[in-house]
């Protein structure tokens, strides 16, 4: 993905929910920003290995089937350039006070969006989502050492709830849980 940032101020964005057709591209920007977030901070075999067992056309083709799950796509002037991955109705590890509360599995864009305002786009249409179904907290897990990703989610009215482990290949990473509440 190669985006402009001189013209995303006049860019079209748009959200939508993926279908099968877009399994091959949303393999890719998945790997992709993946890998663009976290290869300078992580070996190379770690990376391989999860990019390995969780990304791939397969492995997006059963995720956007199943119906636990939602994806949704960012769009910048036709080409993906984000997504967000909800899982409906599973709880954390940590206790929190929620009749139904539902996942953000994966949020990633492509480096280009960041600082854009696509993420703000991507984040409100997560909770336009969330709200469809009966979800009161939406949660997620973020590496503690992601500070950008953290002050992101923390502008977004999410907060610190618990921790769990994230494996990352052969590394057991601390993953922070931050939860907020949909009103």
């Known amino acids: ?78 080409r993906l350039g984000g997504f967000a991955q909800l899982c409906w109705d599973k709880a954390p590890s940590c206790d929190i006070q929620a009749k139904w509360p539902s996942e953000i599995l994966r949020f990633y864009l492509d ?26 907290v939406l949660w997620l897990g973020v590496w503690e050492k992601n500070f950008r990703a953290l002050a992101f989610y923390r502008q977004q009215s999410f907060l610190e709830v618990g921790e769990h482990t994230f494996q990352l290949g052969a590394d057991r990473q601390r993953d922070l849980i931050l939860a907020t509440a949909l009103t």
């Open 111 to 136: 480096q280009p969006l960041h600082g854009t305002g696509a993420a703000q786009a991507l984040m409100q249409s997560v909770f336009e989502e969330a709200k469809k179904t009966d979800t009161d």
């Open 1 to 78: 993905m190669n985006f402009d940032r001189s013209k995303t101020s006049k860019a079209i964005t748009r959200v939508r929910v993926a279908t099968i057709d877009d399994a091959d591209d949303l393999a890719k920007v998945a790997e992709k920003t993946f890998r663009d977030a976290y290869t300078s901070v992580n070996s190379a075999a770690d990376m391989n290995a999860h990019c390995t067992q969780y990304f791939g056309r397969a492995q997006q083709s059963l995720e956007i089937l199943d119906q636990t799950q939602t994806i949704l796509l960012l769009e910048r002037d036709g």
